[in-house]
């Protein structure tokens, strides 16, 4: 964590207090949601959709709270403006209190320092792996990490970025902390949304390519049809639109397709902050 503070259901505390006891059951058994959000020289990138999911994998997973979207956007915001950096990570948790008798839950919300990816990420794209699991409750982000984190160290300890989770019927779904997108080098895939996290990045990409007359079309790919296709690519908050160039021991080419993609997200990107910032200075 960076910064002097954190901030507890709008409460601003000093960092050395957040601290969980080790004997909260909710915290311990993953009772809880999260998201990461990005601010870039200020500016926190698309903070209504990232309160909205927050509200909805609550929702999912039965976690009570009285916080509106609203009121969960205006604590993201004291909390930025305590923070000096001008670009970091935001996290927000949102843990539940219900073996405590309670309706309510806690949100903590606390920074940590930006991830850049190198650019050779980008020109040259980035390994991923498999593996065979897949999350539960795949709608919802939940704290319950074990399965993500058994595959995401299998990556590392293989010098991969990501490892793409394998359902049981063999279709690639996402990545830990990623979404997957495949091409035949002329339309665009990606796995159904009821199968997946829906990241947010996910969500505004295919809006800025359906901007620029491009759709979007779901569909499963099974490990078994990997050559049947041009080129793959992850999407995250922080990483955007990366490239993949190896699956396994496959080595893969980046099509010029999959770049243009990445162009067209970052110029979509650029509007919306440009877009934000006007309507801030009405």
């Known amino acids: ?26 915290f311990s058994y993953g009772f809880g949601v999260y998201e990461n959000l990005k601010v870039r020289n200020r500016f926190i990138y698309f903070p209504e959709m990232h309160c909205e999911r927050m509200l909805y994998s609550a929702k999912i997973i039965g976690l009570k709270t009285s916080l509106s979207a609203e009121q969960i956007h ?31 839950s806690d949100l903590y919300i606390f920074a940590n320092a930006p991830l850049y990816l190198p650019k050779k990420a980008y020109s040259k794209g980035v390994k991923v792996i498999t593996y065979h699991g897949e999350r539960q409750l795949q709608q919802a982000k939940t704290l319950n990490m074990l399965m993500s984190y058994l595959a995401y ?14 359902d049981k019927e063999g279709n690639i779904r996402e990545g830990t902390r990623t979404n997957f997108f495949f091409t035949d080098g002329k339309n665009i895939y990606t796995t159904a949304e009821n ?11 295919i809006d800025a390519l359906s901007k620029n007359g491009i759709q979007v079309m779901e569909k499963n790919i099974s490990l078994k049809e990997i ?13 955007k639109v990366l490239p993949i160039s190896k699956i396994d021991s496959k080595e893969i080419a980046i099509p010029e397709i999959v770049r243009n993609i990445a162009r067209v ?17 009405l």
């Open 227 to 239: 050559d049947n296709y041009k080129g793959f690519f992850l999407t995250s908050t922080s990483a």
């Open 153 to 166: 160290s299998k990556a590392r300890a293989e010098n991969a970025h990501d490892a793409l989770l394998v």
């Open 195 to 205: 199968k997946v996290l829906n990241g947010v990045t996910r969500i505004t990409l």
């Open 1 to 26: 964590m960076i910064g002097k503070f954190f901030s507890l259901n709008g409460k601003l505390l000093p960092l050395k207090k957040a601290v969980i006891s080790i004997d909260n059951i909710e």
């Open 74 to 104: 205006n604590n993201i915001k004291n909390f930025v403006n305590s923070v000096k950096e001008d670009s970091f990570n935001i996290k927000m948790m949102l843990i539940g209190k219900k073996e405590r008798q309670t309706e309510s």
């Open 265 to 281: 997200y970052d110029e979509y990107l650029d509007g919306y902050r440009n877009k934000s910032e006007f309507s801030s200075a």
